[in-house]
């Protein structure tokens, strides 16, 4: 399984990105896929996640600005930032794991890509 994500960067305070996680070698046919983030000297946090079925969940800091999407045709999936503020910042990965439950994702994935640098300035 091989994750790899894109999109990364650097943006003013107010700004949007959009990174995507292009995954390949997985074949599960229910799964869950997430973003996490990793400031420095922070713990690493689940931004939001989405199930195969199509549910989503999202830590409350980033409700109603991101949104994870998943184009199963490209094998890719996405997160849309929107309104970005300086506390976003930090090391981006996405991660994608099997799950045997329907709408319920675990807490650790197994699969992970290498992150993407996201900074924002004011």
């Known amino acids: 399984v091989m994750l790899v994500e894109s999109g990364g960067g650097s943006v003013q305070a107010g700004g949007s990105l959009r990174l995507s996680c292009e995954v390949s070698?997985?074949?599960?046919?229910?799964?869950?896929m997430a973003w996490f983030r990793q400031a420095p000297e922070k713990k690493r946090e689940r931004v939001a996640r989405?199930?195969?079925?199509?549910?989503?969940a999202y830590v409350d800091s980033v409700k109603g600005r991101f949104t994870i999407s998943n184009d199963k045709d490209k094998n890719t999936f996405y997160l849309q930032m929107n309104s970005l503020k300086p506390e976003d910042a930090g090391m981006y990965y996405c991660?994608?794991?099997?799950?045997?439950?329907?709408?319920?994702?675990?807490?650790?994935?197994?699969?992970w890509g290498q992150g993407t640098q996201v900074t924002v300035f004011s």
């Open positions: 989405i199930h195969s079925d199509g549910t989503t």
């Open positions: 070698g997985f074949t599960a046919s229910r799964y869950c």
């Open positions: 991660a994608a794991d099997s799950t045997g439950l329907p709408a319920v994702c675990a807490r650790e994935y197994r699969n």
